[in-house]
């Protein structure tokens, strides 16, 4: 019962985490993305709806997701029954995602991107260019963690 738990939490959250990538990826960043200027990116920022997703989704679905990767890595690694590979490889993934989330994408947005008017036009460019380039990577270790998620479900 606490492995079903434990699977079914984390892939919730994955799940929760790569739509609201998407959403952003396809819905947010456009808003936001071109011709950045240090004097008007904060007001793209809020009207983009941005600003509110990193203070009301984005603060709930992150911990969580690292949270729960860190109950499922060890759960994972003693399950002895199927699916324990797929289990432990998604758990590591989102671990890894969080991770990457935590010390790069967080860090920038808030103390670079949300207050753009200590930074130069170009040096400020270059760091949402940057951070857009890459931020939608980090889907490709959502989507392989939802699918070994599946793949675990089927198997426990």
Request: proline share 5%; glycine share 6%; aromatic share 10%.
């Amino acid at each position: 019962m606490t492995t079903t738990i434990a699977v079914v939490s984390l892939f919730l959250t994955v799940t929760l985490s790569m739509g609201g990538g998407l959403y952003e990826i396809l819905v947010i960043y456009p808003g936001w993305k071109h011709d950045v200027n240090p004097l008007t990116l904060r007001a793209r920022l809020q009207s983009s709806g941005q600003i509110l997703a990193a203070k009301r989704f984005w603060p709930i679905v992150s911990p969580a997701q690292i949270l729960l990767s860190v109950i499922n890595i060890p759960l994972a690694w003693n399950h002895a029954g199927g699916g324990q590979a797929c289990w432990l490889a998604a758990a590591v993934a989102v671990f890894i995602s969080r991770l990457i989330t935590f010390s790069y994408f967080i860090p920038v947005m808030i103390r670079k991107i949300m207050q753009p008017e200590n930074i130069e036009a170009t040096r400020l460019r270059a760091i949402v260019k940057q951070w857009i380039t890459l931020s939608p990577l980090r889907l490709v270790f959502e989507i392989f963690a939802w699918i070994m998620l599946v793949v675990a479900l089927m198997h426990l």
